[in-house]
């Protein structure tokens, strides 16, 4: 039977927070659809990949979200900003990144990942209401 390594557990639940790592570490440890594809991502991405010494986990968050922003990923863009906030980013580091990209890979990009952003950071309690998207501006 499959368990999450403990270096994975311990990195998702720093990360992500507890109930994330144990819904990950569910999925990946029943034996049905789905769960072989749970422990990819735990042992490949979290364990082996995450883990690995010669980026800190700060750097591998501004690559992850900048490569998720890239590809249009909105769903797992907010996973990782969770992820950034957990290693050390903060809300105008995100912000700041997801201009930067704009750059590189256009507005309407860069405008889904502000949009993620904002509904994580609103999550989070780190910003209000009083910080709108383009969709509540009424321009999308």
């Known amino acids: 039977m499959y368990q999450m390594p ?19 570490a569910a999925a990946a440890e029943k034996d049905g659809f789905g769960s072989s594809l749970a422990r990819l991502a735990v042992d490949f991405a979290f364990n ?15 690559m992850t979200m900048g490569m998720l922003l890239a590809m249009g990923l909105p769903n797992e863009f907010k996973n ?21 990209a704009s750059v590189y890979v256009g507005l309407p990009l860069a405008g889904e990942a502000m949009q993620a952003a904002t509904a994580v950071l609103r ?5 209000g209401t009083e910080v709108k998207t383009a969709q509540e501006r009424g321009i999308l």
């Open 6 to 24: 403990k270096p994975a557990r311990d990195l998702l639940t720093s990360m992500l927070g507890e109930p994330f790592a144990q819904g990950l």
């Open 48 to 62: 082996d990949v995450w883990n690995r010494p010669g980026l800190d986990r700060r750097s591998r968050s501004i």
């Open 123 to 127: 999550e989070k309690g780190l910003i």
């Open 80 to 100: 990782h900003v969770r992820a950034g906030l957990g290693n050390g980013l903060t809300p105008r580091e995100i912000e700041e990144l997801i201009v930067h």
